[in-house]
């Protein structure tokens, strides 16, 4: 199928960022694919975006096994093409740890959907944006990739490698025409698992980070104009989050 008008793949459309980019480029006139695991919470949010006058495909896959990325771009391009973007951001539970108590093994369970996964997506669709002069790879994750914080080891590690890829690509593409950029949110994302249970923590009196909260919308409003402005390729979110 060849793409007539712009497309954004939104991999990791559970609650949070992954939702408000797929409404925000919904609302610029992209089509929407949306991709994650599980089929009834994708189909329920595409008949929201297409109550809203918006182009929603659903595509489910499971974003840790890297060797049915093939498949997975071919069932994408079945519904729209080479997509113009995609916003890569799976989101799973932290399970932070202390970097004296990590291992070699966790790290090894956390590469497949973190990077591997990411660097397939981009070996399927970049030639088509380069090809075009124009695209973008998009993606948010927590700002501990920017810098090594106490008792927040774990997938940050990995999540490190992924920013410093991206950062990579990024200086790479740029006179091709592409945009890869980046969005480190130090906050707790409002309507997502992760801030039901720092708020039911809180509530019950437990100890829980100093975090300030997020408004999914407003980061991808910020996305957005990232894209839009081509600027700087990331941001971290409060701003001046590490001085």
């Known amino acids: 199928m060849t793409n007539t008008h712009n497309s954004i793949a939104v991999f990791g459309t559970g609650p949070g960022v992954g939702r408000a980019v797929a409404r925000r480029y919904g609302r610029a006139g992209y089509d929407v694919v949306l991709v994650a695991r599980r089929r009834?919470?994708?189909?329920?949010?595409?008949?929201?975006?297409?109550?809203?006058?918006?182009?929603?495909?659903?595509?489910?896959?499971?974003?840790?096994?890297?060797?049915?990325?093939?498949?997975?771009?071919?069932?994408?391009?079945?519904?729209?093409?080479?997509?113009?973007?995609?916003?890569?951001?799976p989101a799973r539970d932290p399970e932070f740890i202390a970097a004296a108590d990590l291992r070699a093994d966790r790290l090894r369970e956390l590469m497949p959907m973190t990077l591997d996964t990411l660097l397939a997506l981009v070996g399927e669709f970049l030639p088509a944006m380069i090809e075009r002069g124009d695209g973008a790879i998009l993606s948010a994750q927590g700002a501990a990739a920017v810098r090594g914080l106490p008792r927040m080891s774990g997938w940050t590690p990995v999540l490190a490698a992924q920013r410093h890829y991206l950062q990579s690509l990024a200086a790479e593409v740029a006179e091709h025409g592409v945009y890869v950029g980046m969005l480190y949110v130090g906050a707790r994302i409002t309507g997502t698992p992760y801030d039901a249970m720092?708020?039911?923590?809180?509530?019950?009196?437990?100890?829980?980070?100093?975090?300030?909260?997020?408004?999914?919308?407003?980061?991808?409003?910020?996305?957005?104009?990232?894209?839009?402005?081509?600027?700087?390729?990331?941001r971290v979110v409060p701003e001046g989050l590490f001085g």
């Open 40 to 89: 009834g919470p994708l189909d329920e949010f595409a008949g929201e975006l297409t109550a809203e006058g918006i182009t929603a495909h659903v595509v489910t896959a499971d974003l840790s096994e890297p060797d049915l990325v093939p498949d997975l771009a071919a069932r994408i391009r079945a519904k729209v093409g080479d997509p113009t973007a995609f916003y890569y951001g």
């Open 198 to 234: 720092f708020l039911t923590a809180r509530a019950e009196g437990k100890p829980v980070p100093d975090l300030p909260a997020a408004d999914p919308d407003v980061l991808a409003e910020l996305l957005w104009t990232m894209h839009a402005d081509r600027k700087t390729a990331e």
